[in-house]
């Protein structure tokens, strides 16, 4: 079935979009609205663990070399606990705040039910479970922070969600940093999620020599970019999403980079023997079809999977009636 738009290729409409989207994102404005802010949101139990003042020192330099390039006037650290009260936090925030230059400061931290200004000493109650979302808390103070732009976050938790770093893939430039993380955790690392074994703050400054290194020579819209660009594990949803919107070639490096488990190589061959009833196909995407139909061919026969690889033949034939 043909849609209904002008386009008579869905490879060259979503080409065009996708330059469109990438054009935007380097016009992205730079220029000053107030002050451009980094923040550091950092976990205190299982995250802070270990810290000094030699520590405490290394990661501060390398919040400023962040800070620099993304040309931010200030950078803030903040901590959250889900601790009742900001004892614990202000042991942390002590080590810290004698070491600060002047561009780097002390934000606001936040406890279950309340925050905690360092500079003032002072607790404000908030309500009943308030914190019982870090990233939610968080994103209420300093994503619409009066008269500042966020241009770059980190999220540094020890038990943070895999997935967090996902909503922000294509409009903030973040990393989710996770240190005293499993084999199975840093297994799944990419450019905006950095896991390692490494426990507590030695994990935290190492996952951040690993993103300073990564954006060497990157400007602030590169590193958008290439957010935008990177190729990670997709959700069932997303899969289908790729494959209704016939982004192919997309789908071709997934499988080949090797991000697809076995329930991926299913759902994408069920999706794609639904389109191909309801779909015309420009000549590029009738050939990435086919070229996907040969990795998914592969994969089934290296796990003798006789009925799926009849599946596939049937559909590769349908494919070229």
């Not at 990438?22 to 107030?34: H, L, T």
């Not at 360092?118 to 990233?135: A, D, G, I, V």
């Not at 697809?260 to 794609?272: F, K, P, Q, W």
Request: proline letters at 2%.
């Amino acid at each position: 079935m043909k849609s209904q738009d002008s386009w008579n290729s869905n490879f060259r409409k979503t080409k065009f979009y996708n330059k469109q989207k990438e054009k935007r994102i380097k016009n992205y404005d730079y220029e000053k609205i107030g002050d451009n802010i980094i923040a550091v949101l950092l976990d205190l139990q299982g995250t802070c663990d270990f810290i000094d003042g030699e520590k405490a020192k290394i990661f501060i330099k390398q919040i400023n070399k962040i800070r620099n390039v993304f040309q931010a006037d200030t950078a803030y650290i903040s901590i959250s606990t889900h601790y009742s009260n900001s004892q614990e936090i202000k042991k942390v925030l002590d080590i810290f705040s004698s070491l600060l230059p002047s561009r780097i400061k002390i934000g606001t931290s936040f406890f279950n039910g309340g925050t905690y200004d360092y500079e003032e000493n002072l607790e404000k109650c908030q309500y009943t479970f308030f914190n019982s979302n870090k990233l939610d808390t968080f994103r209420e103070c300093y994503f619409h922070k009066p008269n500042h732009q966020l241009k770059w976050f980190a999220f540094i938790d020890d038990q943070a969600l895999d997935t967090l770093y996902r909503q922000f893939q294509d409009n903030k430039p973040m990393l989710l940093s996770i240190p005293s993380a499993s084999f199975e955790s840093v297994s799944r690392n990419n450019f905006m999620r950095i896991a390692t074994t490494t426990r507590g703050f030695d994990g935290v400054i190492e996952t951040l020599n690993i993103y300073i290194h990564s954006i060497q020579k990157l400007t602030p819209t590169d590193i958008l970019l290439k957010q935008k660009n990177m190729i990670r594990h997709l959700s069932s949803f997303e899969l289908s999403d790729k494959v209704k919107k016939q982004d192919f070639t997309y789908l071709v490096q997934y499988f080949t980079l090797g991000f697809a488990d076995s329930d991926d190589y299913i759902d994408v061959l069920e999706e794609i023997s639904f389109l191909i009833h309801n779909e015309n196909f420009s000549k590029e995407n009738y050939e990435l079809i086919q070229k996907i139909l040969s990795i998914l061919r592969q994969n089934f026969s290296e796990k003798q999977d006789q009925k799926t690889l009849e599946k596939v033949k049937r559909i590769k034939d349908e494919l070229n009636n």
